[in-house]
């Protein structure tokens, strides 16, 4: 087997697109196939479909060469040694994954395998779906030796998928065929090796050449397992410091304190312990709701999965409420808003709580002007612009003669604005932060009464002073 392996990755979207410039980073050959022509025509062409650091730097480096995009998906996986399926796995009304997309790829591959090729399933799936995989192979005429079906789960975060990828805590490999794994660790070598920290213009990142990652083979039922309870975890973490933070709001203490000092314990760790509007994005609502799915239909209790989506749901109501609190009345105020994307660093408002909240308070009749540095031309599709919304061109067009300004979305920009200009620019300088921003006392060193979540209100003594100016 030479160091470069030939790969075909089948999907474009983020997992597939990311995936397939990382294995060509990585040294391999890549061919990504997309059923979308439009988007092979758009990819060909040289544009980068999402908003994601690194990613047009080694599309412009790869495209056409280490990379090629096709719709032809019985020519992409010809001569390819490993096929990673990456197409999408939605949610369904009652919350199980809909996975009409992976099946079709895997009959679509049976028809076109003639030598021996390892099929990777990299999109998240529920357990048994690594044999069903095998099963449709089987059923559509493919001998068991010219195939096996892999787990490799996918952990990227979206706003730093190249570097997650490249940088990962640890390496995934669910198989029970040694001969798969070969081909599998062959793959991964330059990272598991430490290689590719070593060339000069890798991606940076944690793993180095002295503490690369680790690859860790599992059974394949485990590995969909991990990446699936992976993702509760995450989110039911979440959840409990949103309702720790509801418990500090009550009592008057801070969460943020409160979390500093649970994530001192190196048992529960620092990180995914910020309070907020709840999770949003394209996996953990999909992917909690999936889990419980596949408890129940395993005869499981796990109803602490349904608390946590619970939890998750109230986070935004409580939001409004506070918003409501704030103001007394809602009919009719002007509200500042900022962020629509469902977190800092990304486009993407798939599940975002900030579009959910901006949909309940034009419901609630306020006017609101609104501003995301990335997500506003995807929002405008969901949620036009109309006269109780327009979209402005930065956070203090947002600010301008509003009765509050919100924060839903943590962009880093939004942490560091002149306040003082803010003050000037508000109708009342009053700010509610759904993010966690700011630290509250600075927020009164500027003369704005400060709402945010789970830590005592700041009001600023003289917080309606400011009618007007600008
Ligand atoms: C997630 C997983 O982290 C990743 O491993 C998996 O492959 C895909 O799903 P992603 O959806 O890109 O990644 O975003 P993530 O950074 O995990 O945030 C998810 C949501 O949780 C966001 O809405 C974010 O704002 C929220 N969040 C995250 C919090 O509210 N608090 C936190 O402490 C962390």
């Avoid at 030796?145 to 990962?168: K, W, Y």
């Avoid at 312990?273 to 999909?286: M, R, T, V």
Wanted: charged content about 20%; some cysteine; overall charge negative.
């Amino acid at each position: 087997m030479s160091n470069t392996i030939r790969i075909a990755v089948v999907g474009s979207g983020y997992v597939g697109l990311v995936a397939a410039v990382c294995f060509a980073e990585m040294g391999h050959s890549v061919v990504c196939v997309d059923n979308d022509q439009q988007k092979v025509d758009a990819l060909q062409g040289g544009d980068c479909p999402i908003h994601e650091e690194h990613l047009p730097a080694l599309l412009e480096r790869y495209r056409n060469s280490k990379v090629r995009f096709t719709n032809d998906l019985a020519e992409a996986t010809r001569g390819a040694e490993a096929i990673f399926i990456a197409v999408g796995t939605p949610q369904s009304g009652s919350g199980v994954a809909d996975l009409s997309y992976v099946e079709a790829v895997a009959s679509e591959i049976a028809r076109s395998l003639t030598t021996y090729t390892v099929i990777v399933e990299k999109s998240t799936v529920p357990v048994y779906t690594n044999e069903w995989i095998r099963r449709v192979m089987e059923r559509n005429g493919v001998a068991q030796h010219l195939f096996d079906v892999v787990s490799n789960p996918e952990f990227l975060r979206e706003g730093t998928a190249v570097r997650d990828f490249l940088h990962p805590d640890r390496i995934v490999v669910g198989t029970d065929s040694e001969r798969a794994a070969a081909v599998l660790s062959k793959i991964y070598e330059p990272l598991t090796t430490g290689s590719y920290y070593e060339q000069p213009s890798a991606i940076d990142g944690f793993c180095t050449s002295h503490e690369p990652p680790p690859l860790l083979l599992t059974s394949t039922k485990s590995a969909e397992i991990i990446k699936h309870a992976s993702n509760a975890f995450l989110a039911l973490k979440i959840s409990f410091i949103n309702a720790v933070s509801n418990l500090c709001e009550a009592a008057n203490a801070d969460v943020e304190q409160v979390a500093r000092g649970m994530g001192m314990d190196s048992r529960i760790g620092p990180r995914f312990l910020s309070p907020g509007i709840g999770y949003g994005g394209s996996c953990f609502p999909k992917d909690v709701a999936a889990f419980r799915c596949v408890a129940e239909q395993l005869g499981v209790d796990f109803a602490l999965l349904a608390e946590v989506e619970n939890i998750n749901k109230d986070q935004k109501i409580r939001f409004l409420n506070k918003v409501r609190s704030a103001l007394w009345t809602l009919r009719g105020k002007k509200l500042g808003v900022l962020g629509l994307a469902f977190k800092g660093g990304t486009d993407d408002i798939r599940e975002s709580p900030a579009i959910e909240i901006v949909q309940m308070l034009i419901a609630e009749g306020c006017p609101i002007k609104v501003f995301d540095p990335a997500a506003m031309e995807r929002a405008e599709q969901v949620l036009p612009s109309s006269s109780s919304l327009q979209y402005v061109s930065d956070a203090y067009a947002a600010s301008k003669d509003v009765d509050a300004l919100l924060i839903l979305t943590d962009w880093s920009e939004f942490a560091r604005l002149d306040l003082q200009r803010l003050n000037r620019l508000m109708r009342y300088p009053i700010v509610i932060d759904g993010r966690n921003l700011y630290d509250p006392e600075l927020m009164i060193e500027n003369g704005i009464t400060y709402f945010s979540v789970g830590r005592p209100t700041k009001h600023h003594v003289h917080e309606f002073a400011a009618a007007g100016a600008n």
